[in-house]
């Protein structure tokens, strides 16, 4: 079963993923992200640092995507474990369309093509909602913003975010990100623990 943390920056998923290493340690879930657990997270994470051309970031957040796949989420899930991603292809389809406006006529009709046919859809979305100027004040001033930490582009990412869940309410679990850090894990472990009970039940 794949599940995935969505939210804009600052939303507390990292906070989260850690606390479900706790939580979760009796079902042994595979903990993974994106971008980063491929050697081409480090190249994306250069192309947002030097704002890069918007398509050729977007590719590269593409192509972790395509090698996460291939060399964590696909094995995992065939040996039959719980995977828990901390961002996944949702953050695509919420965070390029507010940068490649300019770039292109229909963003996320592009970016959902690239995806077609060979990526996998998560069993569940948990997606973090709270206050962008809330968010912006937990990320903090004291290390240098990417450039996504900002304002007005969360904005249109958290408004990317609730159009996605809205498209489908099967797959999407909203969390009111400003709850104690306690109180959502226990509703997310929960939550997990009866997704994987009855994705178990359920016939082949
Ligand atoms: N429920 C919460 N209440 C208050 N503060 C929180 C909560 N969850 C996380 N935080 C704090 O907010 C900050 C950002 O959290 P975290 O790094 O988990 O967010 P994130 O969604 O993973 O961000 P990013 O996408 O930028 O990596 C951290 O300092 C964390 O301790
Ligand atoms: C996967 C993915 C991420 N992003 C953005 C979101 C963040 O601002 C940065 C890095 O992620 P982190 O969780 O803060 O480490 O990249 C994106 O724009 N598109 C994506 O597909």
Redesign the pocket.
């Known amino acids: 079963m794949l599940i995935t ?1 969505e ?12 606390a479900l290493r706790e939580s979760l340690a009796d079902i042994e879930p595979i903990f993974t992200r994106e971008p980063g657990a491929t050697w081409i997270g480090d190249a994306v994470r250069r192309a947002v640092a030097e704002r890069m051309d918007p398509i050729a970031e977007a590719l590269l957040f593409v192509a972790d995507h395509a090698a996460h796949l291939d060399t964590v989420v696909k094995p995992a899930l065939a040996a039959g474990r719980l995977v828990v991603s ?2 996944y292809s949702d953050s695509r389809f919420a965070y390029q369309p507010a940068v490649l406006a300019d770039a292109l006529p229909d963003p996320l009709g592009w970016l959902r093509q690239i995806h077609d046919g060979w990526s996998i859809r998560p069993d569940r979305t948990f997606l ?1 909602v709270l206050p962008v100027n809330e ?1 912006l004040a ?3 001033t004291e290390k240098a913003r ?1 450039y996504f ?1 900002d304002a007005r582009i969360l904005e249109e990412v958290q408004k990317n975010y609730l159009s996605l869940a809205a498209a489908d309410p099967a797959r999407f679990v909203l969390v009111d ?5 306690e ?2 894990c226990r509703f997310v472990s929960d939550e997990i623990r009866q997704c994987a009970r009855s994705s178990q039940s359920r016939p082949r």
């Open positions: 943390l939210g804009i920056d600052g939303s507390g998923k990292s906070t989260l993923a850690a901390d961002r973090f968010a937990r990320v903090g990417e930490e990100a400003l709850l104690e850090k109180e959502i």
